[in-house]
T-cell receptor, first 115, second 113 residues
């Protein structure tokens, strides 16, 4: 069955430090991959997505992610974290189920930023 | 342009009651998806509507239902509320479906007492 795991439930980093959030998926075919961010009290916002082509994807707010097929991973990175990046981050995989598409979200990683 | 709006933002109900939540998508978006978010289960997909037709459904009991109107606005209904239905209910709209960028509303916080 298709699934998404985010091994880190919570991460704390200092402002200005680099960040890497891990994501692994289980899906037999080439997946569509997404990273969404949820700030406190708000809905989710798309950071970036991967459908095909270059495995290094650039997103908004200075984030990037790299698709590694051999590791079934799609890790999110940012070279220098800002206090405003504190939020919940969700990795998601899009799969084709018979005649329709479905997006499965991971459990999320909560990011805290120390000033 | 205006984002996805959800009403009401907060609701308190008692067990056994029913509730209707509303979602107004971004203009031009024909797909509306509903999700339930809880601390224990995370984001769980409820259903997706596209052009007034339910296209996709998650693993929720029949107490959870929805519909979409010709203007793409959507409602979801939960009958015979249970304590476990307490959650944040998120609505997301997109042009073609979940594989496209989904734009989420702020959610409706439902508390069942």
């Amino acid at each position: 069955a298709q699934s998404v795991t985010q091994p880190d439930i919570h991460i704390t980093v200092s402002e200005g430090a680099s960040l890497e959030l891990r994501c692994n998926y289980s899906y037999g075919a080439t997946p569509y991959l997404f990273w969404y961010v949820q700030s406190p009290g708000q809905g989710l916002q798309l950071l970036l997505k991967y459908f095909s082509g270059d495995t290094l994807v650039q997103g908004i707010k200075g984030f990037e992610a790299e698709f590694k097929r051999s590791q079934s991973s799609f890790n999110l990175r940012k070279p220098s974290v800002h206090w405003s990046d504190a939020a919940e981050y969700f990795c998601a995989v899009g799969v084709r189920v018979t005649s329709y598409d479905k997006v499965i979200f991971g459990p999320g990683t909560s990011l805290s930023v120390i000033p | 342009k205006a984002g996805v709006t959800q009403t009401p933002r907060y609701l308190i109900k008692t067990r056994g009651q029913q509730v209707t939540l509303s979602c107004s998508p971004i203009s031009g978006h024909r797909s509306v998806s509903w999700y339930q978010q809880t601390p224990g289960q995370g984001l769980q997909f409820l259903f997706e509507y596209f052009s007034e037709t339910q296209r996709n459904k998650g693993n929720f009991p029949g107490r959870f239902s929805g519909r979409q109107f010709s203007n793409s606005r959507s409602e979801m209904n939960v009958s015979t509320l249970e304590l476990g239905d307490s959650a944040l209910y998120l609505c997301a709209s997109s042009r073609g479906g979940q594989m496209n960028e989904q734009f989420f509303g702020p959610g409706t916080r439902l508390t069942v007492l």
